[in-house]
C-alpha cells in the first residue's frame, strides 16, 4: 500500500486536498421546498434509460443529512469540498420566479462548510437543466445561455461571498456529446445538429456566466470544469495519428478551442460545419474571457484508430483495444500515464490558467463485509494517480488542488447505484456511511497536507 505519509509530502504545502460530489447524484428530496424536476428526473423515469430505473428521488439523502456527511468531511481531515447547487431548486422552471428556500438549502450547506473550516468549492452546473427549459429546446435553444446567465447571477448574489472557488460548469463533454449525441445522458438525443446546437449554447452560457460572476462577486475566482480526453493513437499509423488528432480536435477542441483560444478547431469546422448554429458576433469574444483557473476530470484514456468505413462521421475513429490489463468495475481502463500526456498535451496547445484535479476516482464495487470495505483497488487506483499529480507538480505544472470523485458512493447516471466511486461506502436501504479502507487511507494524506 502506497505510504500516504511519504505520497503527502511530495506536494506543495498550498495544495488543496478536496472531495467532490453533484446535487442529482448526492441530494434526494427531489420534491422538496419548491424544487421542480430536471431533465434527469425525467430522462430515469424512461425504460432503459438507467439501469434498474434507478432514480435520483431518495439518492444519498443528503438534503436530510448535509450536517453528518460534512462532520465526516472535517472527520476525514478534507480541507475542501466541491459540490453542485440545482438549478431546479433555485428558479425551479429555469426562468422566472426565484425560490428562496432552494437558496435557504445552501446557505445552510456552505454555512456548514464554514462553521467546519471546509473550503467551499461549488459548481453551477452538473447536468441537471430544469426540464421546464426543455419546452425552448433545452441546451438546443440559445435562449438557455441568458436563462444559465440569471441563474448564475441569483446564486452568486446570495453565495457568492462564502464561496472560495466557482465552477460554470462540470464536464460539458457530457451535457453536449453524451447527451445530444451519443444518448446516454439526459436529455436523450442522438443528432449531431442538436449536439453542436447544445455545444455552442454551453460555451455562450459559460461565458455569459463568466461576466454575471465577475460583476456580482468579483472576488470569487472562477474556473471550467473538463473532462478532456487523453487521446491516444491505437498505433503510430499515418492513419491513426491522423484519426487521434482529429478525436482531440471533437473531444477537447470544442471546449477549449472558444474557452482558450475564442475559435472552433478548423477540422471541426471544416467536417461539420453545415451543421453548426449560428455563431453571432461578440459570441467568441464572450466566451474566451480570461479564467482564474480550470479543472480537469480525469479518469481513464481514450484509445482512438482510424474509422475507414465512407459513411464514418466526423470525428471518424474507432475504439483502438486497452493495453493495461487492470480495469475498473465500471469498465474504464487503468493507465495512470495518460493523466500526464494529458496535462503535458493541452498546455503545450493553450495557455491555460491554474489547474485544479477536479474529478479522479475509481470504481471498485468491493462489498461491506463486518463492518469494513477493503477496497484496494480503489486504493491503488489514488495512489499511482496522486503520485502522477504530484509529479506534474514538482516539474512545474500549475496543479492547486486535487478532489477525489467521490466523497461517498451515489447515483451513478445510466449505472444508478450499482457502481460505486465512493472513499465512504453508502448502505442505500439504511442510509449509514462507512468510511472505506481508500477513505482512511486519504484521511491521512489530508492530515498529512494539512499540517505541512
Ligand atoms: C463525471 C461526473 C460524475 C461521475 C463520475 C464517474 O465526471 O462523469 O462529474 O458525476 O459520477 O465521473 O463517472
Not at 463485509?369 to 512545474?396: C, E, I, M, P, T
Request: proline letters at 5%; hydrophobic letters at 40%; a negative charge.
Amino acid at each position: 500500500m502506497s505510504d500516504p505519509k511519504i505520497l503527502a509530502s511530495r506536494f506543495p504545502a498550498d495544495f488543496t486536498f478536496g472531495v467532490a460530489t453533484a446535487a442529482y447524484q448526492i441530494e434526494g428530496s427531489t420534491r422538496a421546498d419548491g424544487r421542480k424536476p430536471s431533465i434527469w428526473d425525467a430522462f430515469s423515469r424512461m425504460p432503459g434509460r438507467v439501469h434498474n430505473r434507478d432514480t435520483g428521488d431518495v439518492a444519498c439523502d443528503h438534503y436530510n443529512r448535509w450536517e453528518e456527511d460534512l462532520d465526516l468531511i472535517q472527520e476525514m481531515g478534507v480541507e475542501a469540498y466541491r459540490f453542485s447547487i440545482a438549478w431546479p431548486r433555485i428558479i425551479p422552471d429555469g426562468t422566472g420566479r426565484i425560490n428562496e428556500k432552494g437558496l435557504d438549502f445552501y446557505d445552510r450547506l456552505i454555512d456548514g462548510c464554514k462553521a467546519r473550516g471546509i473550503k467551499t468549492y461549488a459548481t453551477l452546473y452538473h447536468w441537471d437543466l430544469p426540464l421546464s427549459l426543455m419546452g425552448e429546446g433545452g441546451w438546443t435553444a440559445r435562449s438557455t445561455a441568458f436563462a444559465f446567465q440569471r441563474y448564475a447571477k441569483v446564486v452568486m448574489a446570495r453565495l457568492g461571498d462564502r464561496l472560495d472557488s466557482v465552477s460554470t460548469f462540470n464536464e460539458p463533454w457530457c451535457s453536449v456529446w453524451l447527451s445530444h449525441l451519443y444518448g446516454i445522458h439526459a436529455p436523450g438525443e442522438r443528432n449531431m445538429e442538436a449536439a453542436l446546437a447544445a455545444m455552442h449554447t454551453t460555451n455562450l452560457a459559460h461565458g455569459l456566466a463568466v461576466e454575471a460572476i465577475r460583476h456580482v462577486a468579483p472576488n470569487v475566482p472562477v474556473g471550467l470544469v473538463l473532462n478532456a480526453q487523453a487521446v491516444i493513437p491505437g498505433s503510430d499509423s499515418p492513419e491513426d495519428l491522423a484519426a487521434t488528432e482529429r478525436a482531440f480536435d471533437f473531444h477537447n477542441g470544442a471546449f477549449f478551442g472558444p474557452v482558450f483560444k475564442g475559435e472552433y478547431p478548423a477540422s471541426l469546422l471544416s467536417a461539420l460545419g453545415g451543421q453548426m448554429p449560428s455563431v453571432e458576433e461578440g459570441d467568441l469574444a464572450v466566451i474566451s474571457q480570461k479564467l482564474d483557473w480550470w479543472g480537469l476530470n480525469y479518469y481513464t484514456p481514450l484509445r482512438v484508430s482510424d474509422d475507414p468505413s465512407k459513411d464514418a462521421v466526423f470525428p471518424a475513429t474507432l475504439h483502438a483495444p486497452f493495453v493495461s490489463q487492470t480495469v475498473t468495475d465500471i469498465g474504464w481502463e487503468v493507465y495512470p500515464p495518460a493523466m500526464r500526456s494529458c496535462v503535458e498535451d493541452l498546455y503545450q496547445r493553450y495557455e491555460l490558467p491554474d489547474c485544479y484535479i477536479t474529478e479522479n476516482g475509481a470504481c471498485d464495487n468491493t462489498a461491506l463485509v463486518d463492518g469494513v470495505v477493503d477496497d484496494q483497488r480503489r486504493l491503488a487506483y489514488y495512489a499511482d494517480h496522486l503520485s502522477v499529480v504530484a509529479d506534474l507538480a514538482r516539474d512545474g505544472y500549475p496543479m492547486k488542488g486535487y478532489f477525489a470523485w467521490s466523497l461517498m458512493d451515489n447515483f451513478e447516471w445510466a449505472e444508478g447505484y450499482r457502481m460505486r466511486f465512493g472513499l465512504v461506502h453508502v448502505d442505500y436501504d439504511t442510509q449509514v456511511r462507512t468510511i472505506k479502507t481508500s477513505g482512511a487511507w486519504y484521511s491521512i494524506i489530508c492530515k498529512t497536507a494539512g499540517a505541512q
